[in-house]
């Protein structure tokens, strides 16, 4: 075991955080507040291989795991400038269509995924559905060689500046009659396919959004790992099952990730203001009504980003079990206590900064609800204990 960064990660840490440096938070925050995307960021990251560096070096990515882009997503984050799409677009859908799509699938999206240009988001969430996944009803119909897709979608994030999307759904077995799950990547500009900015009270520049898919015809090759002869295929039952639960751990880790470098940016803004605030005479840092919560704030952080590095270090080692083995765990335990921790330390830094805790040059008053987002998305912290119950301790399952 080496907790040591390679030399290669600790230059990338640094290639990022100058990057995030340049853009930062006061980039950010006009952008944020207009419900804008953080489109020179993201392309500029792109460009100098951030955004692909999970990707195979084939289909032009930097052929690094999920620690490299976890470790990128942290220091952008950190800088005040994270970009959620990298939850979505390399992390999940990357990781999906990398592992299971064909050859010609991997050529037509995973280039445009690596370099940034394609930006593919990943609708899952169905209103009538929430956590319980197994009951979505968005249902693809064979018409001829085509799919044909019905059903809605919501809270899916960056539909408006995404160029494709990976969208969960269920084809009905034609033996048994049986929905079964099944992923289609797709352009967003398909006939059929619209969608609704959901108004939200966290202000970031990625909006949520309500999805609509009234008879999108697909072509039978938008099936990830596309299968030639259709439903009828003796298609392994679990196929679909495989390619979402490759996308799960790495999108725990990559939501660890962004709450573990939200934490770093509130700390690093309460300990400046706490070094240099003074108002008996001697810096608020002093006081250890203040210095202790923040001290308490990052061993947590610091414990939640070990966790993290675990969780990235197994999977890019080739345990990626997701319902249960090491990584599921520690991916899972990551992102629960990344949110923890990054909650923890949004709201102590809110506390030290007093009223300018809450103005909004500081960020920190809507870094709050921020960071409490990932108590929710992409899996809520209940979902979590329900797995660590289950698979770590044993327990029955409660639901
Ligand atoms: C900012 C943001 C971005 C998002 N982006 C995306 C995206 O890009 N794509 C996408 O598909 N989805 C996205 N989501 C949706 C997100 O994944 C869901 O909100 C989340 O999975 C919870 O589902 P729900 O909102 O339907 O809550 P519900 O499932 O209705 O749950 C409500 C509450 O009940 C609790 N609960 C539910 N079941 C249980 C149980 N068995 N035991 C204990 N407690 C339980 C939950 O933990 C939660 O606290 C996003 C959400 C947000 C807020």
Redesign the pocket.
């Known amino acids: 075991m080496d907790f040591r960064e390679t030399d290669e990660q600790i230059a990338l840490r640094k290639a990022v955080a100058e990057l995030g440096k340049r853009y930062g938070h006061d980039y950010t925050a006009p952008r944020a507040l207009a419900r804008e995307p953080l489109t020179e960021l993201w392309r500029e990251a792109g460009r100098s291989g951030f955004i692909g560096l999970n990707i195979p070096e084939e289909y032009d990515g930097g052929g690094a795991g999920m620690y490299e882009l976890a470790l990128a997503s942290e220091e952008l984050n950190a800088a005040g400038c994270g970009l959620l799409m990298m939850v ?1 677009s390399p992390a999940i859908n990357g990781t999906i269509i990398s592992r299971f799509g064909t050859p010609e699938q991997k050529q037509r999206w995973l280039p445009g995924i690596a370099s940034g240009e394609t930006i593919m ?5 169905e209103p009538d559905a ?3 996944s197994h009951n979505i009803t968005t249902t693809a119909r064979r018409d001829g060689d085509d799919w044909v897709l019905s059903g809605r ?6 539909v408006d500046h995404a160029q494709a999307i990976l969208i969960v759904a269920r084809t009905e077995d034609a033996r048994t009659g049986k929905l079964k799950p099944a992923l289609f990547a797709f352009p967003t500009d398909t006939p059929g396919f619209e969608y609704r900015a959901i108004d ?1 009270d ?1 202000v970031m520049p990625d909006r ?1 959004f309500l999805l609509f898919l009234d008879d999108v015809r697909l072509p039978a090759d938008a099936l990830i790992g596309c299968d030639p002869l259709g439903s009828q295929a003796p298609r392994g039952e679990n196929t679909a099952l495989a390619q979402l639960f490759a996308g799960l751990n790495p999108e725990r880790i990559m939501a660890a990730a962004g709450s573990v470098g939200m934490g770093r940016y509130a700390l690093d803004r309460a300990v400046k203001y706490a070094n240099e605030r003074s108002v008996w005479g001697k810096p608020i840092g002093t006081h250890q009504g203040l210095a202790h919560p923040l001290a308490k704030a990052k061993v947590e952080l610091e414990l939640a980003k070990l966790m993290m590095q675990k969780a990235a270090t197994l999977y890019d080692s080739g345990d990626d079990g997701a319902d249960s083995g090491a990584v599921g765990e520690s991916a899972n335990m990551a992102k629960y206590a990344a949110a923890e921790a990054s909650v923890a330390c949004a709201d102590q830094a809110v506390q030290t900064l007093g009223g300018n805790g809450l103005a909004s040059e500081y960020g920190l008053g809507n870094l709050l609800i921020g960071a409490r ?1 990932a108590r ?8 979590i204990l ?1 797995f660590v119950a289950q698979f770590s301790l044993g327990l029955p399952k ?2």
Do not use: L
């Not at 979608?153 to 960056?158: T, Y």
């Open positions: 979505v988001a990943f609708g899952i969430t929430g956590s319980n979608k919501v809270f899916v994030s960056g939200m966290v949520q987002v929710i998305a992409p899996v809520s912290r209940e979902m329900n409660s639901y």
